[in-house]
């Protein structure tokens, strides 16, 4: 079960890519350097092996993830978190 919106095991990563009504949410993947980016839970940047390396192997060291609903909510616990480039423009533009 994800808690506090936190990502923390394959299981729930895996479960939330499965879910068949996720194009509408997102994960925000934080970094040390303090970057927060928003990708919509469909964006081809969002790789189970960068969240095995950075969740697992090196438990949220080097930064985190997380899952939110919508954007407004990933807003609101970040103020400075920015949307993909990739993804979240492309699905504005539609």
Known sequence: MV?????????????????PYKGDSYIVITNTSGKKIAHLVTCKSIKRSDFIDKMIASKGKYGKYYWFKKYDEAKSKFNDVRECKNCCELSKRY
Do not use: A, P, V
Request: without cysteine; charged residues 40%; negative net charge.
């Open 3 to 19: 808690e506090d919106n936190e990502i923390s095991t394959s299981q729930d990563f895996d479960n939330i890519l499965r879910d």
